[in-house]
């Protein structure tokens, strides 16, 4: 038995659905980085999940190998940590078809990401995309997390998972623990660059709309001074500056201080003054990520290696879940699992 067996366990995925932006980065994976004192924590690239659109099979390996990559240069730590590829653990898939059977039609429909993926075309979409949050609640159930740390964005589906996990229990007898949101207000939100009232986001074409975690001291600078501001010169904040609300939220986060002190700072600077000290701070928080994710891709068979060692891991705990699931659900038990029924 581990040392960390009483701890409280978090999980959390991302999709390598796309480069990793400031958004994945304030909204989430720096947050994954801090928990790891404090919880036993299961970080998973979500193959399955970038699926659910259009993709193309070399892309996706090889972008799946970077984000792994990229995850550990951000701070993820294997030694502590458990990070691993979805697609790698059988049970994911497996639980989720079971909690499709639990899901009801109205509460998928209902989900604002299917609504806004699918552009209105519900008829030929993929039927994964409908059943995507699923798929989710799988991913965290199966380690019965306690705590998922997510942008704001992921709130329905984190709702949507507890929902299920209550009816499963209540059906067929206390199995999952029911997970909380951990949605950290500043920066649950970052907004894109060139267009602030849409989320800063992986999919997006424009590469002015976001921030790369790769993105070289050049290109933040570039980047930032593109960046659209609203009309007035002062540097605030604002139900009708959602620009400066962003940028100046980006500031305050990376400077680890809040939006007020920022504008007190910069009162009086105008914008020129203050994007340069924005693409500054970004360029010095972003520097020891970049370094550290040149030097992980010099190596990717060690990547590849801490990944699947993460995916034994995982598995070990995903399995005996999956057998108290068969178990209570009246399937037989898997062949290698020895496991003798409801316990
Ligand atoms: P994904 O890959 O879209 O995003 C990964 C994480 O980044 C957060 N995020 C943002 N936060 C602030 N501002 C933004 N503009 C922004 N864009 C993205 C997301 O909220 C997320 O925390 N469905 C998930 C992946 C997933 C998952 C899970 C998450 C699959 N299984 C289980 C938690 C638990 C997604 O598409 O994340």
Known sequence: MSSDEGMQRVFSGIQPDGELHLGNYLGAV?????????YRCFFCIVDLHAMTLPWDPAALSETTLKTGALLLACGVDPARSILFVQ????????????LSCVARMG??????QFKEKSKGETESV????????????ADVLLYRAHAVPVGEDQRQHIELMRDLAVRFNSTFGDTFTV??????PAGARIMSLDEPTQKMSKSSPRPGSKILLVDSPDTILKKVRSAVTDSGREVAAGDDKPALTNLLTIFSVVDGTDVPAVERRFAGSGYGAFKTALAEALIERLAP??????????????????LSAGAARAAEVAGPTMDE????????PRRS???????
């Open 337 to 343: 699992s020895g496991a003798a029924g409801v316990p």
């Open 126 to 137: 993929g039927v994964g995309l409908f059943t995507y949050p699923v798929l989710q609640a």
């Open 289 to 306: 990520i970049r370094n550290r994710y040149g030097d992980l891709l010099a190596d990717p068979a060690e990547t590849r290696r801490l």
């Open 30 to 38: 720096r947050h994954w980085v801090g928990l790891q004192e404090s």
């Open 107 to 112: 509460e998928l429909r209902r989900m604002v």
């Open 87 to 98: 697609s790698e653990v059988g049970e994911h898939p497996e639980l989720a078809w079971v």
């Open 325 to 332: 699931v068969r178990a209570r659900t009246g399937l037989v």
């Open 179 to 184: 997970p909380q949101p951990l949605i950290s």
